[in-house]
């Protein structure tokens, strides 16, 4: 009895063996492969060609909007946690705390507003 579960097993692992190996040569065959070029085989690096000379100057543009991004993005992540935090304990609260909270929000909402006036956001 072990040894016909243990040839089992052995058919069962070769048989995967088979089958991954088989897709792997259709998904080869079928691949497309025929579009293939050089702009496909670089890596894409942040806006700027990689294959152009390094002294081309960087766009500053996407650089602000970038780090917009970055800003906004830790503060919504910031919003959110606190959201969590008023479903958890929303009774033992104080009202500074809110206070805090519409204070954070308002100076990140005059931000927004200041960068969408100056034209950061335009692209």
């Keep these: 009895m072990g040894v016909s579960l243990m040839n089992e097993g052995l058919f069962f692992l ?5 089958l991954s190996i088989g897709l792997m ?6 691949g497309q492969r025929v579009r293939r070029n050089r702009d496909k085989l670089v890596a894409f690096e ?3 060609d990689p294959m152009s000379s ?3 100057p960087f766009s500053f543009r ?5 780090l917009l ?3 906004f993005d830790v503060e919504v992540v910031m919003i959110i946690a606190f959201c969590y935090s008023l479903k958890t304990v ?4 104080s009202s500074m705390t809110v206070l805090y909270f519409f204070l954070f929000f308002f100076i990140l909402l005059l931000g927004l507003v200041h960068e969408a006036n100056e ?3 335009d692209w």
């Excluded at 996407?62 to 970038?66: D, E, G, I, N, Q």
């Excluded at 929303?90 to 609260?93: Q, V, W």
């Design 25 to 30: 040569l259709v998904s080869m065959v079928l």
């Design 119 to 121: 034209g950061s956001l």
């Design 14 to 18: 070769c048989f995967v063996l088979v």
């Design 54 to 56: 390094s002294r081309t």
């Design 90 to 93: 929303f009774l033992s609260l």
């Design 62 to 66: 996407f650089f602000v909007l970038a």
């Design 46 to 48: 942040c806006g700027f």
């Design 69 to 71: 991004f970055l800003i």
